[in-house]
């Protein structure tokens, strides 16, 4: 693996995956990993700092995270259990969530320094830049990391998980602030301001700080933005399985795509052109969509996106991106 070291900060669990008629399969999950294993599948070079426990679940996350070759940097506290998230399929494969939380992730900065790992992009979002516990040390360092590393953030919305409406929408406010990249799904912004357009969202983003918004629609397909520009992409199109994982692929392939052409790091923070923008949406449009053809959060490697991109492109029925990972 060459290019840029990508840091990935938070949750790491185990999704228990109830299908509509009641069967019940565990399997890693949590957004922040799928995006590091994701982006691992897809050549960078990943770290995870999250929170796991020494119970039978821990060991399934850990060897997961492992078998693709993501750095494993532990934040947590072992004599805690797992985090769990419940996930409910309705028949049209997307999925509703409960969380069992419980293991933070903590001390990052300092993890982050001894693990030995290059960090020249941090990815943060999710639970973890959300939960009481823990999105004030995340911020804190990704603040701390800012002037040597190029940041992403991915909300990614769980109105469920006990924080506010107002205060969720400052927590990304501060993240969005410090980011670089930022993606989110119409679904995330819908929640967070009901009823305000969403290229004002966009729009409000961009003057904070970012260089690039992307939000993703579902079978409206993705949405980048830059400073002037706007760029709207097709969805790509397949026969869904699930939407589970879908857009920490989409995410991952954006990571990827600006490590390929040298845009992550200290010293490449600038904003994509049009043609640029919609060859990165389309790049990570077909991440996303061969990921919900298969079940639960299987995003692919590059050799897949290589061979399958142009048929999944044209193939029968859609892939929402906008689902939630």
Same mark, same amino acid.
């Given at each position: 693996?060459?290019?840029?070291?990508?840091?990935?900060?938070?949750? *790491?669990?185990?999704?228990?995956?109830? @299908?509509? /008629?009641?069967?019940?399969?565990?399997?890693?999950?949590?957004?922040?990993?799928n995006v590091a294993i994701a982006a691992a599948r897809l050549g960078m070079r990943a770290s995870l700092a999250t929170a796991i426990g020494d119970d039978e679940h821990g060991?399934?996350?850990?060897?997961?995270?492992?078998?693709?070759?993501?750095?494993l940097i532990e934040c947590g506290r072992q004599d805690r259990a797992t985090n769990e998230a419940i996930a409910s399929l309705a028949? @049209? /494969?997307?999925? *509703?969530?409960a969380f069992r939380l419980g293991n933070t992730v903590? !001390?990052?900065?300092?993890?982050?320094?001894?693990? /030995?790992?290059?960090?020249?992009?941090?990815?943060?979002?999710?639970?973890?830049? +959300?939960? !009481?516990?823990? $999105?004030?040390? +995340?911020?804190?360092?990704?603040?701390? $990391?800012?002037?040597?590393?190029?940041? *992403?953030y991915d909300p990614n919305c769980r109105p469920d998980i006990g924080v506010?409406?107002?205060e969720y929408r400052e927590r990304v406010s501060a993240f969005v602030a410090e980011a670089n990249i930022v993606k989110a799904s119409d679904e995330d912004l819908s929640w967070l301001f009901p009823g305000?357009?969403?290229? +004002?969202? +966009?729009?409000? $983003?961009?003057?904070?700080?970012? &260089?690039?918004?992307?939000?993703?629609?579902?079978?409206?397909?993705?949405?980048?933005?830059?400073?002037?520009?706007?760029?709207a992409r097709p969805a790509s199109r397949v026969i869904v399985a699930d939407t589970v994982g879908a857009g920490d692929s989409f995410m991952a392939a954006m990571l990827a795509w600006h490590d390929d052409h040298g845009l992550?790091?200290?010293?490449?923070?600038? &904003?994509? @052109? =049009?043609e640029e923008l919609g060859a990165m949406l389309d790049f990570a449009s077909v991440a996303a969509a061969i990921?919900?053809?298969?079940?639960? =959060?299987?995003?692919?490697?590059? @050799?897949?996106?290589?061979?399958?991109?142009?048929?999944? &492109?044209?193939?029968?029925?859609?892939a929402p991106h906008s689902a939630k990972a």
């Open positions: 693996m060459t290019g840029a070291g990508l840091a990935v900060v938070g949750e *790491s669990l185990v999704d228990v995956i109830i @299908d509509p /008629g009641g069967g019940r399969v565990v399997r890693p999950g949590g957004s922040p990993m060991a399934l996350v850990r060897e997961h995270i492992r078998r693709d070759g993501v750095t028949p @049209d /494969g997307s999925a *509703s969530y903590t !001390d990052i900065d300092r993890a982050l320094t001894t693990a /030995g790992v290059d960090v020249d992009h941090i990815h943060t979002g999710s639970l973890t830049a +959300a939960t !009481d516990a823990e $999105w004030a040390e +995340a911020l804190a360092v990704v603040r701390a $990391w800012r002037p040597r590393a190029t940041v *992403s506010t409406r107002t305000e357009d969403h290229d +004002a969202v +966009a729009a409000r $983003w961009l003057a904070a700080g970012p &260089q690039l918004v992307v939000i993703t629609r579902g079978d409206a397909g993705p949405v980048g933005y830059g400073s002037g520009l706007r760029v992550l790091g200290e010293n490449a923070r600038r &904003q994509l @052109d =049009a990921t919900c053809t298969r079940s639960g =959060a299987d995003s692919p490697r590059r @050799d897949e996106l290589r061979e399958r991109g142009e048929a999944v &492109q044209h193939a029968p029925g859609f």
